[in-house]
């Protein structure tokens, strides 16, 4: 298979804890998306990365988050101090970037329950 | 800012009957517009995409047209099965300097009965 690809696939915490969830693209893709779905909503931006460099960040994500991609492979997004708030799906998606024909593919998303 | 709307569901149809799901945007620039599908218990998987006014984005039936002068690209099949049973998302990409993120309608759940 070689689509992208997400770790945990389920999350359960209890509030305050901190997780980290992963993300592996398709191989050749040099952009990497996180995206945050909450229930009966569509998906929002959270933030992406250009190889390793991260390009944009949504306001939708506080400091209690971070998002990186060390050698412009896998990422990971890490959320401290977790609130109820938190669940939701996350989705990671890649791309080859560049320009307004990209297409990005979506992982299946990893769910956490924040309890 | 950008923004994408859907029109409100659950649509609920028949099998063979046409299919239309409404979608309009307001973006600056000239960006990309998308149809994602999501069936239950999947990932998100593109349907279909137009890169450029009047283009017609076609996939597995599907069809949806760029129409820039009314800042919409409507979703239509002529003919829904029970397998077109999923959550229908239309979705632009923001255009500018850096063609990044993904801007998302709520989504428009349709349930196709035999």
């Known amino acids: 298979d070689t689509g992208v690809s997400q770790d945990p696939r389920h999350k359960i915490t209890k509030r305050g804890q901190n997780v980290t969830f992963r993300c592996d693209p398709i191989s050749e893709h040099n952009r990497l998306y996180w995206y945050r779905q909450t229930l009966g909503q569509g998906p929002e931006f959270l933030t992406y990365?250009?190889?390793?460099?991260?390009?944009?960040k949504s306001r939708l994500l506080s400091d209690r988050f971070s998002a990186e991609r060390p050698k412009g492979s896998f990422s990971t997004l890490e959320i401290q101090r977790t609130e109820q708030g938190d669940s939701a799906m996350y989705l990671c998606?890649?791309?080859?970037?560049?320009?307004?024909?990209?297409?990005?593919?979506f992982g299946p998303g990893t769910r956490l329950t924040v309890l | 800012g950008d923004s994408v709307t859907q029109m409100e569901g659950p649509v609920t149809l028949s099998e063979e009957a046409f299919l239309t799901i409404n979608c309009t945007y307001t973006?600056?620039?000239?960006?990309?517009l998308f149809w994602y599908v999501q069936y239950p218990g999947e990932g998100l998987q593109l349907l279909l995409k137009?890169?450029?006014?009047?283009d017609k984005g076609s996939n597995k039936g599907f069809e949806a047209t760029y129409r820039k002068e009314t800042t919409s690209f409507h979703l239509e099949k002529g003919s829904v099965q029970v397998s077109d049973s999923a959550v229908y998302f239309c979705a632009l990409l923001s255009g500018g300097t850096s063609y990044g993120k993904l801007t998302f309608g709520q989504g428009t759940i349709l349930t196709v009965h035999p």
């Open positions: 973006a600056t620039g000239y960006p990309s």
């Open positions: 998606a890649s791309s080859l970037g560049g320009d307004y024909t990209d297409t990005q593919y």
């Open positions: 990365f250009q190889n390793e460099a991260q390009l944009e």
């Open positions: 137009a890169t450029k006014a009047d």
